[in-house]
T-cell receptor, first 111, second 113 residues
Framework: DAKTTQPPSMDCAEGRAANLPCNHS???????VYWYRQIHSQGPQYIIH?????ETNEMASLIITEDRKSSTLILPHATLRDTAVYYC????????????WGAGTKLIIKP | GAVVSQHPSWVICKSGTSVKIECRSL??????MFWYRQFPKQSLMLMAT?????????EQGVEKDKFLINHASLTLSTLTVTSAHPEDSSFYIC?????????FGPGTRLTVT
């Protein structure tokens, strides 16, 4: 499975858009980009995923570059409750969605 | 969305004793469940894949005789930490795959004294 690289930490002001980058330059054609987050001392939570096209749901937007080597997760109006560690993971199709976790980005939303 | 529960949410036990952690899928069936361990300030580490009706598959370096996994039904998987020691103190999390995502339990904090 492709390795992903994320900045270790980021700050964002409450109410502003939080843009979290992820590099996955070795991703293969049968791997999706998934984003999960983990709020302190809780189980992780699914956010969004995509293959090639940009995706949007009620939580976030996912922008994937045309060459698929990087992506950005966008939380459009960050709140204090969005403070968490965000994980970008490349997931192989038909792998039962088995996840290999990197270090993630600790996002701190500041009032 | 689908819900996965874990019990207990936290447990303190003495060194040498065994502890059982339950993972349940509340509103869906799961033929496969995953067990993770997370130490403070670290990421999740996959321990094993639990398969309903068959033996679990353990990741390299995880002792199968120490971490016993039983997946006896389509909604329940259990992880038993046998002869627990202080170094087994950790946050244990289970998950079950949905249509395109993993649903995670809230985690179990184990402290071995």
């Amino acid at each position: 499975d492709a390795k992903t690289t994320q900045p270790p930490s980021m700050d964002c002001a409450e109410g502003r858009a939080a843009n979290l980058p992820c590099n996955h330059s070795t991703i293969s054609g049968n791997e999706y980009v998934y984003w999960y987050r983990q709020i302190h001392s809780q189980g992780p939570q699914y956010i969004i995923h995509g293959l090639k096209n940009n995706e949007t749901n009620e939580m976030a937007s996912l922008i994937i570059t045309e060459d698929r080597k990087s992506s950005t997760l966008i939380l459009p109006h960050a709140t204090l409750r969005d403070t968490a560690v965000y994980y970008c993971i490349a997931v192989r199709v038909n792998s039962n969605y088995q996840l290999i976790w990197g270090a993630g980005t600790k996002l701190i939303i500041k009032p | 969305g689908a819900v996965v529960s874990q019990h207990p949410s936290w447990v303190i036990c003495k060194s040498g004793t065994s502890v059982k952690i339950e993972c349940r899928s509340l509103d869906f069936q799961a033929t496969t469940m995953f067990w993770y361990r997370q130490f403070p300030k670290q990421s999740l580490m996959l321990m094993a894949t639990s398969n309903e009706g068959s033996k679990a598959t353990y990741e390299q370096g995880v002792e199968k005789d120490k971490f016993l996994i039983n997946h006896a039904s389509l909604t329940l998987s259990t992880l038993t930490v046998t002869s627990a020691h202080p170094e087994d103190s950790s946050f244990y999390i289970c998950s079950a795959p949905g249509a395109y995502e993993q649903y995670f339990g809230p985690g179990t904090r184990l402290t071995v004294t």
